[in-house]
C-alpha cells in the first residue's frame, strides 16, 4: 500500500497503516498518521484530512515558542478537531509550558546544540524526550490511542520528537523492530523537501543554515540505538512507559487502535 499522504501544504505526512507486527498481521491504515508542521496546509489539504480521512485529534509536539513564533495553524480552526499540545522539551518561563511568560530559543527550539554524550549523540537527544518530558510523551500516545477517527502526531519536520513518539506507539502495538526502523528512516525520502519548506520560516531558518543538509538525515543507528537504550535499562520502551503511569489498559488501546 502507498503510505504517503501527498498534501499541497506539508510535504512529510504518511500512514502508519501497512507495518508487520510480530504475530504476523499488519497495522491498519487511516488510523494513525504523521507528519511535518502543518502550518501550511491548504483549504483543500484540510479538507481531504478532516472529510476524507476523519482527522479527528492531532498531536502536537513542538515547544511553545514554536507555536507562538509560528501561530495558529488552519486545523485550530476546525471544530471537529481536537487539538492535545504536548511539547518535549523543558521550556522556561514561570507558568506551565502552554502559559510560558518567556521564550527561551536556546532551550525549546529543535536542532539548537546541546551538551549530550558524544559516542551515542541522537539516542541521547531522543532519550532526553522522555527524560524531560515523561508525563508528555505517555499523554501523546494516549492521545494518539483515541478512537473517535483519525490521530495525526507532528513536529516541525516530523523526523525525531514525531520520530520517538511514533517508534514507541509501534512497540506498544507490536510492530517489528525491523518495520520500526524502515518508518523511521522513510524521512529521509522527503528530507530535502522537509529542510525547504522549513527555511522558508525565520523560525527554522537561521539553525537549519548553520549545519550540514546531511546532519539532518535520519539514520537507522540513531533510533536503534535509542530502543537499545530503553532495552537496556527498561527491559523495552513498554517498560520505560510502565514506570511513568502506562497500563495494560493503555496498550490495549493503542494495540486496537492499529490493529483492530
Same mark, same amino acid.
Given at each position: 500500500?502507498?503510505r ?13 497503516g ?10 491498519r491504515?487511516?488510523?494513525?498518521l ?9 483549504e ?27 501561530g ?13 499540545? !504536548?511539547? /518535549?522539551? +523543558?521550556? @522556561? ?7 510560558? #511568560? ?6 525549546? *527550539?529543535?536542532?539548537?546544540t ?24 505517555v ?21 525525531d ?6 517508534? !514507541?506507539? /509501534?512497540? +506498544?502495538? @507490536?510492530?517489528?523492530?525491523e518495520?520500526?526502523?524502515? #518508518? ?6 522527503? *528530507? ?5 519548506r ?20 535520519p539514520?537507522?543507528?540513531?533510533i ?23 497500563s ?13
Open positions: 500500500m502507498t504517503w499522504i501527498e498534501l499541497e501544504g506539508a510535504v512529510n505526512v504518511r500512514d502508519l501497512g507495518l508487520p507486527t510480530l504475530d504476523g498481521g499488519v497495522t491504515p487511516g488510523r494513525i504523521r507528519a511535518d508542521n502543518l502550518q501550511g496546509l491548504t483543500r489539504d484540510v479538507s481531504r484530512l478532516v472529510g476524507e480521512l476523519k482527522l479527528r485529534h492531532v498531536v502536537d509536539l513542538r515547544s511553545t515558542a514554536e507555536v507562538v513564533l509560528e495558529p495553524g488552519p486545523l485550530t480552526r476546525v471544530s471537529e478537531v481536537t487539538h492535545h499540545h !504536548l511539547t /518535549l522539551f +523543558a521550556e @522556561g518561563g514561570r507558568h506551565t509550558d502552554v502559559e510560558a #511568560d518567556s521564550i527561551d530559543a536556546e532551550r525549546v *527550539l529543535p536542532w539548537q546541546r551538551q549530550l554524550d558524544e559516542d551515542l549523540r541522537m539516542s541521547g537527544f531522543y532519550y532526553g524526550y522522555l527524560r524531560d518530558r515523561p508525563e508528555a510523551v499523554a501523546a500516545l494516549r492521545a494518539m490511542s483515541l478512537n473517535d477517527g483519525a490521530a495525526v502526531v507532528h513536529c516541525a519536520a516530523g523526523k520528537r514525531t520520530g520517538v513518539l511514533t517508534a !514507541l506507539a /509501534l512497540e +506498544a502495538a @507490536g510492530v517489528t523492530r518495520a520500526i526502523v524502515e #518508518d523511521y528512516t522513510a524521512t529521509g525520502q522527503r *528530507l530535502e523537501l522537509v529542510l525547504r522549513l527555511r522558508a520560516s525565520a523560525t527554522y531558518r537561521d539553525d537549519l543554515d548553520s549545519r550540514p543538509a546531511d546532519d539532518h538525515m539514520r537507522a543507528r540513531y536503534l540505538q535509542f530502543l537499545s537504550v530503553l532495552d537496556d535499562r527498561f527491559g523495552g520502551p513498554l517498560g520505560w512507559l510502565k514506570q511513568h503511569g502506562w495494560s489498559a493503555d496498550t490495549d488501546a493503542i494495540r486496537n487502535r492499529l490493529l483492530a
